[in-house]
């Protein structure tokens, strides 16, 4: 069964302070990695989507990264309405689902 | 503007009612899909649908019911077998190339009173 383990589960950080976010996983035959931005009471919102273990994608303070075992996403000096939830999710093409982690909880104070 | 919409943003509901969500999309997808989500706990699917017409259970289908009679439109119905419906309910709809991205619409948030 394909499994998505993220953590910490909540994280607090300065302003400036820079961070990264964990997401591994465990799947037979990864075809799609996402994360997704996801604030309070709204759906989540789509960030990058990685295909192969060496690839990185940026945006704006945001760079995901992906190995053959994880996924990473930096946060390069957050602001504070960089706080929400991340979403870490892995597309195997069984079933045409996506398999998602628990999320991981951004807090950034000014 | 392109994008997917989903009515009621709030839905209360009583016991042993079956309710109906909406889910439209223009963004000429063929794929979509339902989850739930609960706190403390991933986005999981409860059904999903790759063409008009046709659609295939996820992996807590229990209790829900869909239809797909026309490709921008894949409404939900929660019915009174389902045990525990209180939740907020995503639509997403995709192309059916190989991973394409799932986009989301705003959720409905159902409380059984």
């Known amino acids: 069964e394909d499994q998505v383990t993220q953590s910490p589960e909540a994280l607090r950080l300065q302003e400036g302070e820079s961070s990264s976010l964990n997401c591994s996983y465990t799947?037979?035959?990864?075809?799609?990695l996402f994360w997704y931005r996801q604030d309070p009471g709204k759906g989540p919102e789509f960030l990058f989507t990685?295909?192969?273990a060496g690839e990185e994608k940026e945006k704006e303070r945001l760079k995901a990264t992906l190995t053959k075992k994880e996924s990473f996403l930096h946060i390069t000096a957050p602001k504070p309405e960089d706080s929400a939830t991340y979403l870490c999710?892995?597309?195997?093409?069984?079933?045409?689902?996506?398999?998602f982690g628990k999320g991981i909880t951004l807090s950034v104070r000014p | 503007d392109g994008g997917i919409t989903q009515s009621p943003k709030y839905l209360f509901r009583k016991e042993g009612q079956n309710v109906t969500l909406s889910c439209e999309q223009n963004?000429?997808?063929?794929?979509m899909y339902w989850y739930r989500q609960d706190p403390g706990q991933g986005l999981r699917l409860i059904y999903y649908?790759?063409?008009?017409?046709?659609?295939q259970k996820g992996d807590i289908a229990e209790g829900y019911s869909v239809s797909r009679e026309k490709k921008e439109s894949f409404p939900l119905t929660v019915t009174s077998a389902q045990k525990n419906p209180t939740a907020f309910y995503l639509c997403?709809?995709?192309?059916?190339?190989?991973?394409?991205?799932?986009?989301f619409g705003p959720g409905t948030r159902l409380t059984v009173l």
């Open positions: 799947v037979s035959g990864l075809r799609g």
């Open positions: 990685l295909y192969s």
């Open positions: 999710a892995v597309f195997t093409g069984a079933n045409s689902k996506l398999t």
């Open positions: 997403a709809s995709s192309g059916t190339g190989a991973a394409d991205t799932q986009y």
């Open positions: 649908s790759q063409i008009v017409n046709d659609f």
């Open positions: 963004l000429n997808h063929d794929a």
